[in-house]
């Protein structure tokens, strides 16, 4: 009790809550950036984290990476340009949202549910972190395999009626994320001998133009009257308590999910938010309303998202293994604080993890107020003439798509990948799978590689171990019945 008495009063600091409402401000703005991620956020918070000490340290950068995760649905839902990789799952619903005139309620259910999604995860990491640690470091590339097969089979759920053209996507995008060096060899493949291919094809400039460059494109060649995006009513937070009680079963699925999945190493928000968005579409009662503006499938992804971030300290605070980009960022900044990560730490000094619990806690409920500024700062942009807006989201689309990797190549993937969003979209093809086929394709192949030389080559080897074993099973078993339920649905249609 004293310690956890030392770590309260050394959170209630000024300097702390400053801190933290600067970082704020700073992940806000970056999230909301097309192009700018939580990663970059984090990124740019270190060299400042030098002048700091070790708690307010720590409480920036917990508090901007979970802002940013947060502000990266607003391009999203407002232009169509998803902020995140895990956004992108669940764009296409929240634009419907708003081309509804449901801006604010989507945006409010992005946010309400993050937050109850983050501190869902936090209650699991201060509660059962080395427990489920100790699980999630059973995983080996034999059960990542298998689980990054099953976050494949989210393509088919999210594409509803159209699963054949969603499989073409998905195998679309397992082809350009093939693009680069192959593995183990590092031969190169699919370069044609252009040295900017070597290390593939950047995801977020491919994002942005699949997304938002297609959009514009529509624009120019057929403008929408503004007066097709219907006034935006109604306040931020009406309504959330409704859905609050509706979905709570959605709602606890998919924190649970993200925080499982967020605990594994390596795996992050992004495949949380895909398979929660998945399920929830899969599963719902109301499935034909996905796809139309219907906030069931945001709820359940925007839990899993913020879940999957506090649990991504699972791994990284109990044995110092990085969950994602963001906590090998951070791991770094609490060496360089004396705060070395790992089972020690919960013993030598409990006071600073604590901390670090009520700085989770307090980022998030801080996430309430400074959400809702943001929201209804940038709904505003809805009001601006579509002819005026669309010139300004190309060039933010530019900046975003440049100031990844700094090179003038990602421009040409810029207009490529715009034009071949335009011409799948003309021919109703979904694009969402194909970002999943370029955010998994390399985990799969690594994956699938690693463990046939771990192997030498024996098949049998994915399913000997227990977990695998049981990963196998449901996998085949989620394909089987899909395929039946397909069947029966094609067969009752006649």
């Known amino acids: 009790m004293e310690a956890v008495l030392t770590a309260i009063g050394m959170v209630a600091s000024a300097d702390v809550l400053l801190a933290m409402i600067g970082a704020a401000l700073f992940g806000l703005f970056v999230g909301a950036v097309p192009g700018l991620t939580a990663t970059m956020a984090t990124a740019l918070l270190v060299p400042i984290t030098f002048f700091l000490p070790p708690v307010p340290a720590v409480a920036a950068m917990v508090t901007a990476t979970a802002m940013a995760i947060f502000a990266g649905d607003i391009p999203g839902c407002l232009v169509r340009i998803p902020g995140t990789p895990a956004s992108a799952a669940y764009v296409d619903e929240s634009y419907a949202m708003t081309r509804k005139g449901q801006a604010e309620t989507a945006l409010g259910v992005a946010l309400v549910f993050s937050v109850i999604g983050g501190l869902f995860g936090t209650t699991v990491l201060i509660f059962a972190a080395p427990a489920l640690a100790e699980f999630a470091l059973q995983f080996s590339s034999f059960e990542y395999f298998w689980l990054v097969l099953l976050g494949l089979t989210c393509a088919v759920f999210i594409t509803g009626d159209a699963p054949i053209r969603g499989l073409v996507t998905l195998f679309l995008g397992l082809l350009v994320g093939a693009v680069g060096l192959e593995n183990p060899a590092a031969h190169p493949r699919f370069t044609f001998g252009n040295a900017d291919l070597l290390g593939g094809v950047s995801l977020i400039p491919a994002m942005i133009a699949l997304f938002a460059v297609s959009e514009i494109l ?13 006034s935006q009513v109604g306040a931020v937070f009406r309504g959330m308590g409704g859905m609050i009680r509706k979905y709570r079963w959605q709602t606890l699925r998919g924190s649970a999910l993200g925080t499982a999945v967020g605990a594994l190493p390596g795996a992050g928000a992004d495949i949380a938010a895909w398979m929660a968005y998945a399920t929830s579409r899969k599963t719902s009662k109301e499935s034909e309303k996905f796809g139309t503006g219907h906030p069931e499938g945001l709820v359940e992804a925007g839990a899993a998202n913020n879940s999957a971030l506090s649990a991504a300290w699972i791994p990284a605070l109990v044995f110092g293994i990085p969950g994602d980009s963001i906590t090998a960022i951070v791991i770094g900044v609490l060496y360089m604080k004396d705060m070395n990560p790992g089972p020690t730490i919960f013993i030598n000094s409990p006071e600073n993890i604590y901390a670090v619990f009520a700085v989770f806690i307090l980022a998030n409920l801080l996430m309430l107020p400074l959400g809702w500024a943001c929201i209804k700062a940038a709904t505003r942009i809805l009001r601006a003439p579509r002819n005026v807006l669309m010139p300004i989201i190309l060039m933010f689309c530019i900046v975003g798509a440049f ?68 990963l196998a099973v449901f996998a085949l078993l989620l394909w089987a019945l899909s395929g039946w339920f397909a069947l029966k649905r094609r067969m009752a249609r006649g």
């Open 218 to 230: 529509r624009f120019s060649l057929s403008p929408v009257h503004i007066d097709e995006f219907k």
């Open 403 to 470: 100031a990844i990797n700094n090179s003038p190549f990602d421009l040409w993937i810029l207009i490529g990948f715009g034009l071949l969003g335009w011409f799948l979209e003309a021919h109703r093809f979904p694009i969402a799978p194909a970002i999943l086929g370029m955010l998994l394709g390399k985990m799969l192949e690594e994956n699938f590689i690693t463990s046939m030389i771990k192997s030498e080559g024996n098949l049998m080897g994915f399913v000997e171990r227990p977990i695998a074993a049981a």
